[in-house]
């Protein structure tokens, strides 16, 4: 079947007691059991629920694997995959990577004796070596949106005896299948473009290598980082439009780039669809298009702060992947536990999570703001 069709169809049969169309919401905590240790499968929900495993089974399809563990949030889901690993074990990681994985490796996990190396998105493949055990990446990274050559890491990792772990949340299966290429895990913030409507929190982790999924399942069990069953069921019906969200949001986003690319007062626009951006060719290899975040960078940080309260439809907020547009300056926002480091995101950088309105009426409230940049100027 199809992507479109799974994504509808796989794991969501109709219910066998009511012949639902749609997956109920099993709002349980336990399950009779007919005898000591024998069930239907089900013992207890923070080990599996049916809605949970509708949704596990719907999105490993997508994502091209065997086997897929739902988590409370992209954070669980992270939190639960660096178990693989052990204290004093090294770990490379983009540098460019989403704020919260940041401080999670940095300020949690680095002062129990993991070891992290914060490495450029061209440097990565180079960075892994005899010693390094986890490789985490971020195509394309938040929020500068880097492309990472997902199978020159795989090479490189493979050489070494290390795991890939791809962070696919902002192009989402539709456009990027990472296992496909060669990782070894995708990891999720479904919260995002999966879930796609800023009504819930959860994440996701899959993979084809029974070893870590054997694993995985002991760990999600154990950690107990599990969504709830009415969270489970409103990212399986996200997942129902995900194909058709994402083509109009990649629609949106080209546009806007393009718009954005020839405006004076903006510095520089960040987006893979555009030609001059560096990654471009790479990314339309291993992509089957270019995504719905946008960045640019405003003339200066006071600026960028003045521009994303001058918009009308693109709400401040942070987040990304609803229906909605959302603006925000990550380094004061989703990215200032970056502020500390090396690589911390410009204080002029603006970031756009373009939504699915009309893009006119998107540009039109974005001209607006940016009229008022170029009169200052």
């Known amino acids: ?64 694997a065997e086997y897929g563990f739902a988590f409370s949030s992209g954070m669980g889901a ?21 704020g919260g994985t940041y401080r999670l490796f940095s300020k949690v996990y680095a002062p129990k004796g993991y070891e992290f190396d914060f490495v450029s998105h061209e440097a990565v493949a180079g960075a892994i070596g005899e010693g390094t055990r986890l490789v985490w990446v971020e195509t394309p990274t938040n929020p500068l949106l880097n492309v990472v050559d997902i199978r020159a890491v795989v090479e490189a990792a493979r050489a070494a005896g290390a795991v890939v772990v791809v962070d696919n949340t902002f192009a989402t299966p539709y456009l990027q299948r990472p296992l496909e290429l060669g ?44 969504p709830g069953p009415f969270d489970a069921w409103l990212v399986l019906r996200g997942l129902k439009t995900l194909a058709v969200r994402m083509q109009r949001h990649c ?20 987006y893979p669809g555009l030609p001059a951006h560096p990654g471009h060719e790479l990314a339309s290899r291993q992509m089957s298009d270019f995504g719905g975040i946008v960045s640019f960078l405003a003339p200066s940080a006071e600026e960028a702060t003045a521009l994303v309260a001058r918009t009308q439809l693109w709400k401040l907020a942070e987040s990304l992947g609803g229906v909605e547009s959302l603006i925000e300056v990550p380094a004061a926002m989703t990215h200032a536990s970056t ?18 309105e009309s893009v006119d009426d998107l540009v039109a409230d974005l001209e607006a703001a940016l009229v008022r940049s170029t009169a200052r100027a």
């Open 1 to 64: 079947m199809d992507f479109e069709t799974r994504a509808i169809h796989k794991g969501q049969e109709p219910d066998p007691a009511t012949g639902a169309v749609t997956v109920p919401i099993y709002q349980t905590s336990t399950y009779v059991q007919e005898a000591v240790g024998e069930h239907k499968g089900y013992d207890y929900s923070r080990t599996a629920n049916p809605t949970r495993r509708a949704l596990e089974l719907c999105l490993a399809s997508l994502e091209s």
């Open 78 to 98: 992270t939190t639960t995959v660096v178990h693989l690993v052990s204290p004093g074990e090294r770990i490379v990681v983009v540098n460019d990577v989403y």
């Open 183 to 226: 990782a070894d895990i995708v990891v999720h913030s479904t919260t995002k473009y999966v879930g796609g409507h800023s009504d819930l929190v959860s994440g996701f982790a899959c993979t084809n290598d029974p070893t870590i999924a054997e694993r995985l399942a002991f760990l999600q069990n154990s950690l107990g980082a599990v």
């Open 251 to 270: 629609q949106n986003a080209r546009a806007v780039a393009e718009y954005l690319e020839g405006h004076p007062a903006v510095e520089r626009v960040l």
């Open 339 to 356: 502020a500390d480091s090396s690589f911390a995101a410009p204080p002029n950088l603006v970031r756009l999570s373009v939504g699915i």
